[in-house]
């Protein structure tokens, strides 16, 4: 006889009303079949909160986003700074294979960063032009579906895709931890799809993104129960030096009694991630544990994308779970030859003390994306010195001078030229966006 277990995933996100709540309800339902051995996987899906109103023009950072302001994430993981300081701003040969309810493919924020099947764009409809099984998958697939349609009728992949990867320097909304990348959509998930099955659809999902060889997945989701199909994906990942990112969950438990999968797999290139908020505390909904969660990183009330290009609020470890991707991509742009294991390291290694933390994540560290990209440098050692493979850079870059750093604060890294002496940043940015890059407000 089948027995159905349900788990309600409730998130609520703090703030007062919301002008326009997405059509999604504030509980989504998980399905076990223990008749079956089917076990659940649900998104980490929390509800949309829309922006009220529209965020005023505010030139106050090198990249130009007006709303950056909003995603005080960024701004205590020193991700700015990580730009601005080491020049790294990740890089479209990332890419990151984003599993999670879909992405709006189309918002003005992503479209640029989202990564492209370049032979089924160029093949014909109809054919499975690059032979991988599956006819115009041109951004990603829709597992629920079996088809292309990666609208995200929900919000939560479009999301998790901002946070990681919004395109930087576009003069509009926001910027991702990396303003460059690759985003791969695919769709394991949708709420509204009756006899869904998500754990074999993450499962085809992480075949998919193995296949074509992703350097990072993002899987803000997860079950109760391990899998054995997708710990062999995972093994399989850990050959190809893959990156998994996986959400410790919104149980309020304790990882290392109850395993939440796939975050908490023994595998050295799996990071699990909890979430903290404006006060560096963990949020009382996440999953934490001394032994099974990585790192903390932010996720409470974050500001990003949302389908029919608009933007709003979510709160969750799935949100601090996009960070650390955003990280990775970051350090996988700059150091191409570090694999998943290595990226974790620099990430583990490299993040904030905080004693709040004792008894919540493993190393009692929260994410900080400036440290894990300056700490491994090459030529550049955490307190600034300069060392070999930069004679011909202009080393005030790299001093501790405050002042030398503070002026770069409100340039636009397209304006510095390699005449400068500097690095030539122009060129690692996509010449399609240079055009649109406000012009730089000197009153500020
Ligand atoms: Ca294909
Ligand atoms: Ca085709
Ligand atoms: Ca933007």
């Given at each position: 006889?089948?027995k159905?277990?349900?788990?309600?995933?409730?998130?609520?996100?703090?703030?007062?009303?919301?002008?326009?709540?997405?059509?999604?309800?504030?509980?989504?339902?998980?399905?076990?079949?223990?008749?079956?051995?089917?076990?659940?996987?649900?998104t980490?899906?929390?509800?949309?909160?829309?922006?009220?109103?529209?965020?005023?023009?505010?030139?106050?950072?090198?990249?130009m986003?007006?709303?950056i302001?909003?995603?005080?994430?960024?701004?205590?993981?020193?991700?700015?700074?990580?730009?601005?300081?080491?020049?790294?701003?990740?890089?479209?040969d990332?890419?990151?294979?984003?599993?999670?309810?879909?992405?709006?493919?189309?918002?003005?924020?992503?479209?640029?960063?989202?990564?492209?099947?370049k032979?089924?764009?160029?093949?014909?409809?109809?054919?499975?032009?690059?032979?991988?099984?599956?006819?115009?998958?041109?951004?990603?697939?829709?597992?629920?579906?079996?088809?292309?349609?990666?609208?995200?009728?929900?919000?939560h992949?479009?999301?998790?895709?901002?946070?990681?990867?919004?395109?930087?320097?576009?003069?509009?909304?926001?910027?991702?931890?990396?303003?460059?990348?690759?985003?791969?959509?695919l769709?394991?998930?949708?709420?509204?799809?009756?006899?869904?099955?998500?754990?074999?659809?993450?499962?085809?999902?992480?075949?998919?993104?193995?296949?074509?060889?992703?350097?990072?997945?993002?899987?803000?989701?997860?079950?109760?129960?391990?899998?054995?199909?997708?710990?062999?994906?995972?093994?399989?990942?850990?050959?190809?030096?893959?990156?998994?990112?996986?959400?410790?969950?919104?149980?309020?438990?304790?990882?290392?009694?109850?395993?939440?999968?796939?975050?908490?797999?023994?595998?050295?290139?799996?990071?699990?991630v909890?979430?903290?908020?404006?006060?560096e505390n963990?949020?009382?909904?996440?999953?934490?544990?001394?032994?099974?969660?990585?790192?903390?990183?932010p996720?409470?009330?974050?500001?990003?994308?949302?389908?029919?290009?608009?933007?709003?609020?979510?709160?969750?470890?799935?949100?601090?779970?996009?960070?650390?991707?955003?990280?990775?991509?970051?350090?996988?742009?700059?150091?191409?030859?570090?694999?998943?294991q290595?990226?974790?390291?620099?990430?583990?290694?490299?993040?904030?003390?905080?004693?709040?933390?004792?008894?919540?994540?493993?190393?009692?560290?929260?994410?900080?994306?400036?440290?894990?990209?300056?700490?491994?440098?090459?030529?550049?050692?955490?307190?600034?010195?300069?060392?070999?493979?930069?004679?011909?850079?202009?080393?005030?870059?790299?001093?501790?001078?405050?002042?030398?750093?503070?002026?770069?604060?409100?340039?636009?890294?397209?304006?510095?030229?390699?005449?400068?002496?500097?690095?030539?940043?122009?060129?690692?940015?996509?010449?399609?966006?240079?055009?649109?890059?406000?012009?730089?407000?000197?009153?500020?």
């Amino acid at each position: 006889m089948k027995k159905l277990l349900f788990i309600p995933l409730a998130l609520t996100i703090a703030g007062s009303c919301s002008l326009f709540q997405l059509e999604s309800k504030n509980e989504t339902t998980a399905y076990i079949d223990l008749g079956s051995k089917k076990a659940s996987r649900s998104t980490e899906l929390g509800t949309a909160q829309k922006a009220k109103k529209k965020m005023k023009k505010e030139y106050d950072i090198r990249l130009m986003d007006p709303a950056i302001k909003q995603k005080w994430g960024l701004a205590l993981t020193d991700s700015k700074k990580a730009w601005e300081r080491h020049k790294v701003l990740g890089s479209r040969d990332i890419v990151v294979a984003v599993i999670d309810t879909g992405i709006d493919v189309d918002h003005p924020d992503l479209k640029d960063n989202i990564w492209k099947n370049k032979r089924e764009l160029k093949g014909k409809p109809g054919v499975d032009d690059d032979n991988n099984g599956f006819v115009d998958d041109f951004y990603g697939w829709n597992f629920v579906s079996n088809n292309n349609d990666l609208a995200d009728n929900h919000g939560h992949g479009t999301h998790i895709a901002g946070i990681i990867g919004a395109v930087g320097g576009n003069g509009i909304g926001i910027s991702g931890v990396a303003p460059r990348v690759s985003l791969m959509a695919l769709k394991y998930y949708d709420p509204k799809a009756p006899g869904r099955n998500n754990l074999m659809n993450t499962v085809q999902a992480l075949k998919y993104a193995i296949d074509q060889g992703v350097d990072v997945i993002n899987y803000s989701g997860g079950g109760l129960e391990q899998s054995p199909a997708e710990k062999k994906l995972i093994e399989e990942a850990h050959r190809k030096g893959i990156l998994v990112v996986a959400a410790a969950g919104n149980e309020k438990s304790n990882s290392d009694i109850h395993g939440y999968y796939p975050a908490d797999y023994e595998y050295d290139n799996i990071i699990s991630v909890t979430a903290f908020d404006q006060s560096e505390n963990i949020l009382p909904t996440s999953n934490y544990g001394s032994k099974t969660v990585d790192i903390a990183a932010p996720g409470n009330n974050i500001y990003s994308t949302l389908p029919g290009g608009s933007y709003g609020y979510m709160t969750g470890t799935s949100q601090a779970t996009a960070f650390v991707s955003g990280v990775a991509v970051l350090l996988k742009s700059r150091f191409t030859d570090f694999n998943a294991q290595k990226i974790v390291k620099n990430i583990l290694e490299n993040g904030t003390f905080d004693s709040k933390l004792a008894g919540k994540t493993r190393f009692k560290k929260r994410l900080n994306t400036w440290a894990a990209i300056a700490g491994q440098d090459r030529g550049v050692a955490r307190t600034g010195i300069v060392a070999e493979n930069t004679s011909n850079m202009n080393t005030r870059l790299f001093t501790n001078d405050e002042k030398y750093h503070e002026s770069l604060e409100f340039q636009d890294i397209t304006q510095i030229k390699p005449s400068n002496g500097l690095l030539d940043l122009s060129k690692a940015l996509n010449k399609q966006f240079l055009p649109q890059i406000a012009p730089i407000d000197n009153k500020l």
